[in-house]
């Protein structure tokens, strides 16, 4: 008997080992494509199947253009994933294309979801990512450079070169998500309580109203 809860216990930890990689991304796909259906009223993890499909569904051109930077960053992302792409669905991956004013920035922020590797198009950019050991990593990077900011971890871009300056951003996931840092505090609906920003800052309430003015949504 004994051997018996040993052979279990060896089958149970060889399980949950090969299916450890899984939980690094997305699940795995569970046949050859599974292009997402907008319009579908059925609600799950992901989008559902659409029925008819064609080329122009794994075909996206969004990224062709620069972005519009004229905002309060001075930065603008635009990404080919799956609420755009549908074609991406169940596939564990999505892109992007990232522009950047001179001085813009792509302000502190999280990807839950995924890792992102970025290669710069044009212009020089400082770029980093702080680890849970409030460790700094940072390079400036031009173009041709590549990248990597793992999974879930702060980081940012800014250009720090005369011009403007672009990157092409990957993803080990069909939807990142993305958290900045700043609107999630003092941008949240409902507001995050002063008190308890001005507290987790050491700054008075006076300076949270302030600053949540700047991020009161639109």
């Not at 064609?54 to 972005?67: E, I, M, V, Y």
């Amino acid at each position: 008997m004994a051997r018996i809860h040993l052979y279990v216990a060896a089958a149970c930890a060889v399980v949950l080992a090969l299916a450890a990689p899984a939980l690094a991304g997305d699940p795995d796909m569970l046949q050859d494509v599974c292009v997402a259906d907008y319009a579908s009223p059925v609600k799950l993890n992901g989008f559902p199947c659409k029925a008819n499909i064609s080329a122009d569904d794994f075909f996206f051109d969004g990224l062709r253009k620069p972005g519009n930077t004229s905002n309060a960053a001075g930065s603008l992302v635009t990404a080919a994933n799956v609420e755009k792409f549908p074609g991406v669905n169940t596939l564990g991956v999505s892109i992007a294309r990232i522009d950047y004013a001179p001085g813009g920035q792509n302000p502190p922020h999280t990807h839950p979801r995924a890792t992102e590797i970025i290669f710069v198009l044009e212009g020089t950019l400082e770029v980093g990512f702080i680890t849970t050991a409030n460790k700094l990593f940072t390079k400036t990077v031009t173009k041709g450079d590549v990248f990597v900011f793992p999974r879930g971890l702060v980081h940012f871009q800014q250009n720090r070169g005369y011009g403007p300056a672009a990157v092409v951003a990957a993803f080990n996931s069909q939807l990142q998500g993305t958290q900045q840092i700043a609107v999630t505090l003092f941008g949240a609906t409902p507001p995050v309580p002063t008190d308890i920003l001005a507290k987790a800052f050491r700054i008075g309430d006076g300076e949270v109203k302030h600053i949540k003015a700047n991020f009161a949504p639109k």
